[in-house]
Each structure stands twice: as C-alpha cells, then as structure tokens.
C-alpha cells in the first residue's frame, strides 16, 4: 500500500512546483540551426597536378554546431551563442602541423533564405608530433538578432559552413556527402 500512495502522489508533488512564481524565466526559442550540407567539408592538396592521396595535406570536417540562446538587451534581441565541431585529418602530404580552417556563420530569413548577416572566422589547429587525426571545437561566438512585434527568433536560421573556392565547392558537389 505504501508504494501505490507514493505512486499515486506523484503527479501531485509534480503540480506544486507549478505556482505562479514571477522570478521563473520561460524558455527562450532560439532560431534554428544547420550545416550547409555541400560546405561540410573542406580538402586541401599540395599545388601540383595530381590530387591524390600522396599530396593530400589535409581533410576537415565540420562536424556540428551547439549552443542556446539567452534574452538580450531589453528583451529587444535573442543572443545566440554557437561553437562549431571540427574533425582534421592530416595527410601525408602535409608540410605543417598547423592548419588554418576558414568557416562562416550565416544568418538567413527562415521565410525566403535571404542572408541577414555573415560573419567568417579561422581556427587554428595544430597536430602534435604522431597526431594524425584531431577533434576540436571553435571558440564560442555570440550573435544578437533583433526580435519585437514583427520578428521573433524562429524567424531566423543560422546556417554554418567552410569558406570555399569555386573549385572546393565542385569537389564536394562530385564526391557528395561524407
């Protein structure tokens, strides 16, 4: 008997932490996030002709993006705070240990796609001695978009991406998605 009163109570217990407290903030919506399937890789080989795996320097991927959202300034903005993943491959016809990898942020309206506002960034990764294969994540960046009586944050979607020559873009258009 006492564990179907425990059982039965429970719901109510559940209920008493639903009175009307003024300090409890909602949840904020946050615009919704994405990798721009065709700028998810980035390849570079040694200048030269042949693209192989002999004068592969590196290979990169991006493998996600986290983050939330907080009021801004008079509840007037959304801060949007994301950090990318990022997967490096070392190849063997890499010269350096470091590798800088060129990546953008774009906000887009959710209604027509049209770009509101792009930021690029460079990450640094440096392979250690025998390391071939590195994780890492980019520093947090923090975004504010406007929200009022006409847009609110589900309005927005932010699209992350590597920057990416004409040839970079066909490459990953040949071999599709990895």
Same mark, same amino acid.
């Given at each position: 008997?006492?564990?179907?009163?425990?059982?039965?109570?429970?719901?109510?217990?559940?209920?008493?932490?639903?009175?009307?407290?003024?300090?409890?903030?909602?949840?904020?919506?946050?615009?919704?996030?994405?990798?721009?399937?065709?700028?998810?890789?980035?390849?570079?080989?040694?200048?030269?002709?042949?693209?192989?795996?002999?004068?592969?320097?590196?290979?990169?991927?991006?493998?996600?993006?986290?983050?939330?959202?907080?009021?801004?300034?008079?509840?007037?903005?959304?801060?949007?705070?994301?950090?990318?993943?990022?997967?490096?491959?070392?190849?063997?016809?890499?010269?350096? *240990? +470091?590798? =800088?990898?060129?990546?953008? @942020?774009?906000?887009?309206?959710?209604?027509?796609?049209?770009? !509101? /506002? #792009? $930021?690029?960034?460079?990450?640094?990764?440096?392979?250690?001695?025998?390391?071939?294969?590195?994780?890492?994540?980019?520093?947090?960046?923090?975004?504010?978009?406007?929200?009022?009586?006409?847009? *609110? +944050?589900? =309005?927005?979607?932010?699209? @992350?991406?590597?920057?990416?020559?004409?040839?970079?873009?066909? !490459? /990953? #258009? $040949?071999?599709?998605?990895?």
């Amino acid at each position: 008997m006492g564990w179907r009163f425990v059982l039965a109570a429970l719901p109510l217990l559940a209920l008493l932490g639903c009175g009307n407290n003024t300090n409890q903030r909602l949840p904020l919506a946050c615009p919704r996030p994405g990798l721009l399937a065709e700028g998810a890789d980035l390849t570079r080989y040694r200048p030269g002709a042949v693209r192989d795996l002999t004068t592969l320097e590196w290979d990169a991927r991006l493998t996600g993006i986290s983050g939330g959202c907080n009021p801004g300034r008079g509840n007037r903005s959304v801060d949007v705070t994301l950090t990318a993943g990022f997967s490096v491959e070392r190849g063997v016809g890499a010269e350096s *240990r +470091a590798v =800088d990898l060129p990546w953008f @942020v774009a906000v887009v309206d959710a209604n027509d796609e049209r770009i !509101l /506002n #792009r $930021r690029s960034f460079t990450d640094r990764v440096v392979f250690g001695r025998n390391e071939t294969r590195l994780s890492v994540q980019s520093e947090p960046i923090t975004l504010s978009l406007p929200v009022g009586e006409n847009r *609110r +944050a589900t =309005d927005y979607r932010v699209l @992350v991406s590597f920057e990416l020559t004409a040839e970079d873009l066909e !490459l /990953n #258009r $040949r071999r599709g998605p990895r």
